[in-house]
């Protein structure tokens, strides 16, 4: 199951879970089961294949960059020296470190949701006290909190790596979109 299947069906994924008693349980330990695969999915493309930068700010071509540290504006790849490929690599290091925490807070989302409506409905069932459900629950989503935060603490470092690529190629500078107050914002949060 590729990430955008799960991202659609989680929801669906959500309710499923939500049989109280082993059926249930069942569910849920297919749901986890299914996220892990997700994630070992994740992980391995960002490990083989090219990271997509997009376009660039002026409409130029998408870019990527592929593991072994070309860059690729159009397809075609720009002619980079040793210490260029090495610039390429380290923010390409950065990229996938961002990328992938910002998956795995997908796919926490996507798990916290399944507990959550799946202990509320057991809990109306059954009689559970539901304030010990919802302290669970907020427990649960604190840690996603600080997962959040580890993400905006990895911005700098992607962003330091983007402006010495920028500064190194400069086929790469219209594609070096993030700024200092993007990392601002992030802290700051919602």
Do not use: W
Request: hydrophobic content about 45%; glycine content about 10%; aromatic content about 2%.
């Amino acid at each position: 199951m590729n990430r955008l299947s799960l991202m659609l069906v989680a929801p669906v994924l959500a309710l499923a879970a939500c049989t109280g008693g082993t059926e249930g349980e069942e569910r849920r330990g297919a749901i986890s089961t299914a996220l892990d695969e997700a994630r070992a999915e994740i992980r391995q493309e960002f490990a083989t294949g090219n990271m997509t930068l997009g376009t660039g700010r002026n409409g130029e071509p998408r870019a990527e960059i592929s593991p072994q540290g070309d860059l690729l504006i159009g397809g075609e790849a720009v002619p980079l020296d040793a210490a260029q490929r090495e610039r390429v690599l380290a923010y390409r290091t950065e990229l996938v470190a961002v990328a992938e925490t910002g998956a795995n807070l997908g796919l926490d989302g996507a798990s916290l949701a399944t507990d959550a409506v799946g202990a509320a409905l057991k809990a109306a069932a059954s009689g559970q006290d539901a304030d010990a459900i919802k302290a669970e629950i907020q427990a649960k989503a604190a840690d996603m909190q600080a997962n959040a935060q580890a993400l905006c603490d990895r911005l700098p470092a992607l962003h330091a790596a983007q402006e010495a690529l920028a500064e190194a190629v400069p086929a790469f500078a219209p594609y070096a979109g993030m700024d200092e107050q993007d990392i601002a914002d992030c802290k700051v949060g919602p």
